[in-house]
Each structure stands twice: as structure tokens, then as C-alpha cells.
């Protein structure tokens, strides 16, 4: 099991690499079987992932960690980020970690339901 304070780091990790547009740092985080999953992909290997997903390192500014918690070698973390043009979203991600590497990440997103009128 890793430690949680490391998987926490690795996280921070992890969105710091796409604010910065540091491919090399990403990859350093991630296992050679690292998977990515999300509800328009639902099963990247590593390098569709990285041709897919990492494009969008080049649209996003900067990411807010509302919210994230660790268990054993399982993390959620909930963000929001701020794209170049200055819209904003939010997604809860799963990641779970292999031997203090990123085996898998799964992202939730989807449409905010309609204020009751």
C-alpha cells in the first residue's frame, strides 16, 4: 500500500504537469500499463491517452483541488480548472496507483442538471 501522502503529491503532481505543459513530468508520473477512462473514452491505453487527452494541457490554465481523499492506493479528487479562454468546469477523478505510479485514472464529467423554476 502507498503512503497517502504520497499519492496526494503525485496527484498535485499530476495537474501541475498540464498547467505547465510538462509532458516529461506527466509521463514520469504514469505506469507503462497505465490505463484512462471517461465517458466519451472509455478505455485509452498510455499513448492514446497521451494523443487523445494530453492536447488539452494547451487549452487549460490553471486547476483547483476542492476536494481529495486517499485510501490505500485509490484516490477521488474533485477540481475545477480554468481553460485559456476563462470558461470554467468541473470532473471527479478516480486514479488508483501500482507501486507509487499512476495505473489508472477514470474521469467523471457530465451536464449540470436545470435550476428548479
Request: glycine share 4%.
Amino acid at each position: 500500500m502507498s503512503n497517502p501522502n504520497t499519492i496526494a503529491e503525485s496527484i498535485r503532481a499530476y495537474f501541475r504537469a498540464y498547467e505547465r505543459k510538462d509532458r516529461a513530468a506527466l509521463e514520469a508520473l504514469l505506469n507503462e500499463g497505465f490505463t484512462f477512462g471517461s465517458p466519451h473514452d472509455p478505455h485509452l491505453d498510455r499513448s492514446t491517452y497521451f494523443e487523445r487527452c494530453w492536447p488539452n494541457s494547451q487549452r487549460t490554465e490553471a486547476f483547483e483541488i476542492i476536494k481529495l481523499m486517499v485510501e490505500g492506493n485509490d484516490a477521488f479528487i474533485l477540481y475545477s480548472a480554468t481553460a485559456k479562454d476563462g470558461s470554467t468546469f468541473a470532473n471527479t477523478e478516480y486514479f488508483r496507483f501500482e507501486n507509487d505510479k499512476v495505473s489508472e485514472v477514470r474521469v467523471f464529467y457530465g451536464s449540470l442538471p436545470k435550476p428548479a423554476e
